[in-house]
């Protein structure tokens, strides 16, 4: 399984400041993703990136990869309260099936 | 496009009732797939689907049943509702399989007494 294992579990934050979130897998992978979940809601994709890519930018996103460590990194830069919300990483195989670890819930403070 | 929906939104049930958690989505994918998120637990996969009249079981099969006779529609079956199965269900889809990005449904959020 290439279920990913995010740390930290809980991460709290003073808006404007930045949101670090990790994840950690054990097989080789063809790309991870990182999806966000508002409360009661589903999950929404954020940001794809590729093994051969070690670094991917989208707005205030900024993710990075390191396959000899087999970890990623999640980088949300100027948070907003808005940005409360949990995440999850998705790396993915071969297979292409999708499996998701416990998240992280990050609370923004205003 | 409407994207993935999923009715009910909430529905209680008691043990070993049976009842059916509808999935449907209009992008024409032809992977769909369903999972549970228990507290603690983070997503974990049920069943899923490569195209219309294929099924396959994810990590937690047991207890559920599902079957893909049409591209849109996927649903899922619990013949016998256990406790155990209390939990929030999301249904996602994506064009095929070796597509990467999911997009998911708002989920329905099952309580089994």
């Known amino acids: 399984s290439q279920q990913g294992e995010e740390d930290p579990q809980a991460l709290s934050i003073q808006e404007g400041e930045n949101a670090t979130m990790n994840c950690s897998y054990k097989t080789s992978i063809n790309n991870l993703q990182w999806y966000r979940q508002n409360s009661g809601r589903g999950l929404v994709h954020l940001i794809l990136i590729r093994s051969n890519e070690r670094e991917k930018h989208s707005g205030r996103l900024r993710v990075t990869l390191d396959t000899s460590k087999k970890s990623s990194s999640l980088l949300i830069t100027a948070s907003r309260a808005a940005d409360t919300a949990s995440y999850f990483c998705?790396?993915?195989?071969?297979?292409?099936?999708?499996?998701f670890g416990k998240g992280i819930t990050l609370s923004v403070r205003p | 496009n409407a994207g993935v929906t999923q009715t009910p939104k909430f529905q209680v049930l008691k043990t070993g009732q049976s009842m059916t958690l509808q999935c449907a989505q209009d992008m024409n994918h032809e992977y769909m797939s369903w999972y549970r998120q228990d507290p603690g637990m983070g997503l974990r996969l049920i069943h899923y689907?490569?195209?219309?009249?294929?099924?396959d079981q994810g990590e937690v099969p047991n207890g559920y049943n599902v079957s893909r006779s049409t591209t849109e529609d996927f649903p899922l079956r619990l013949l016998s509702a256990a406790p155990s199965q209390t939990s929030v269900y999301f249904c996602?889809?994506?064009?095929?399989?070796?597509?990467?990005?999911?997009?998911f449904g708002p989920g329905t959020r099952l309580t089994v007494l």
């Open positions: 689907s490569v195209g219309a009249g294929i099924t």
């Open positions: 996602a889809s994506k064009p095929s399989l070796g597509t990467d990005t999911q997009y």
């Open positions: 998705a790396p993915t195989g071969a297979n292409s099936k999708l499996t």
